[in-house]
């Protein structure tokens, strides 16, 4: 989790720093900050830059139930990584909301973070169909977005995930 928030805090720093004429995201060649962080799922794999923005940055994690010991740790983990003082420099305000198994209500979040300016928006997608529209919105507006363990199915956002598959091979 530790290596996650590191690598979205690295990823949201690039994104905003990143120069472009048109709002949303730019597809651009590969990784920037350090290409040993992130491996393409696949060679479609696309990479994108959005606007600079200065900071700090206000970033928001929408997630969905805390039904377990890993959803618990990993939203105390982010909260503690945020409050380190070499990160909270960089940050404004960082916001974490669980909104349980309802789907519509995490959609609601993730666009009221979009209403209220804030840079990215991490989400661990309760449906990760459903999603689309709030993709649409924040790229609209700027806003990077960022799904991880149930990532968001579209390819207009970053999805960071593990490769199940192949850890589970390696556990054997």
């Known amino acids: ?47 994108f830059q959005w606007p ?5 940055y206000k970033i928001a994690l929408v997630n969905g139930f805390i039904a377990n010991d890993w959803r618990v740790q990993m939203i105390a983990v982010a909260k503690a990584y945020a409050a380190q003082p070499a990160v909270a420099a960089d940050i404004e305000e960082f916001k ?10 995490q959609i609601a979040a993730a666009n009221n973070f979009i209403d209220q300016g804030f840079d990215a928006i991490i989400i661990n997608a309760n449906n990760t169909a459903a999603f689309g529209s709030v993709v649409r919105k924040a790229n609209e507006a700027d806003v990077v977005v960022l799904s991880f363990d149930n990532v968001i199915d579209d390819p207009n956002q970053i999805a960071i995930n593990v490769d199940q598959k192949g850890l589970g091979k390696s556990a054997g």
């Open 96 to 105: 974490v909301v669980s909104v349980g198994e309802d789907i519509a209500a």
């Open 1 to 47: 989790m530790k290596k996650l928030l590191t690598m979205t805090t690295a990823t949201v720093a690039l994104m905003m720093t990143a120069h472009v004429a048109m709002a949303g995201p730019q597809t651009v060649a590969g990784p920037g900050a350090d290409p040993s962080c992130f491996t393409p799922v696949s060679e479609n794999t696309n990479y």
């Open 52 to 56: 600079a923005r200065e900071g700090p």
